[in-house]
């Protein structure tokens, strides 16, 4: 199957620095990435859908200024997130669509934020 | 309430059992119906995609759709050690599923050898 990944698995950082995240698709182009965030034994919350060459389009409740996003590449999305805050620690897991395919999402492996 | 209803578990059986999943929905709008299963740490992955009310089979795994009812289910048989994870269901109501994916809150199974 397609392969989506992430970097870095895990991140720690302070309190008012910002963190990147990277998602790729790595043998496979994806016109559409998502962004997703989990808690513990929580369901995973939608947070944007991510389109190459566009703007992304942010759920209800999501602040863009500080959860930013780039769809560069047909294999590259990153999600920055801007002064980081200890509510900000989570399991962040990103999404691709096949280019062309039957529209099944292939989820990356995650990246564990901690913000201290 | 929420949209998608799912008992977080745990639940432990021992190996070779069949083990019931299920997730209740409210929103009438659901068409497509998926489950996934999630590995500690790790990215969800598809198991099973279904459409249409009835049984649909692949291997171990059976996924049940009665819309009428708003109730899916996710059936395994001869469960292995393997299969302890947690287990997502996710719906949409366009063909488009990535579009718009609902998730239910998960279930945590522990097949103990």
């Known amino acids: 199957g397609a392969v989506v990944s992430q970097h870095p698995s895990r991140v720690i950082c302070k309190s008012g620095t910002s963190v990147k995240i990277e998602c790729r698709s790595l043998d496979f182009q994806a016109t559409t990435m998502f962004w997703y965030r989990q808690f513990p034994k929580k369901s995973l919350m939608l947070m944007a859908t991510?389109?190459?060459?566009?703007?992304?389009?942010?759920e209800q409740g999501v602040e863009k200024d500080k959860f930013l996003i780039n769809h560069a590449s047909l294999t590259l999305s990153t999600l920055t997130v801007t002064s980081a805050h200890p509510e900000d620690s989570s399991f962040y897991i990103c999404?691709?669509?096949?280019?062309?395919?039957?529209?099944?999402?292939?989820f990356g492996p995650g990246t564990r934020l901690t913000v201290l | 309430q929420k949209e998608v209803e799912q008992d977080p578990g745990p639940l432990s059986v021992p190996e070779g059992a069949i083990v019931s999943l299920n997730c209740t929905y409210s929103?009438?709008?659901?068409?497509?119906f998926m489950w996934y299963r999630q590995y500690s740490r790790k990215g969800p992955e598809l198991l099973m995609y279904t459409y249409s009310s009835g049984n649909k089979e692949d291997g171990r795994f059976t996924a049940q759709v009665d819309k009428s009812s708003k109730y899916i289910s996710l059936f395994i048989r001869d469960s292995q050690p393997s299969d302890s994870a947690t287990y997502l269901c996710a719906m949409s109501a366009t063909r488009r599923a990535g579009n718009m994916l609902t998730f239910g809150g998960g279930t945590r199974l522990m097949v103990k050898p």
């Open positions: 991510s389109n190459e060459g566009s703007k992304a389009t942010y």
């Open positions: 999404s691709a669509i096949l280019a062309g395919g039957n529209d099944e999402q292939f």
């Open positions: 929103n009438s709008a659901f068409q497509y």
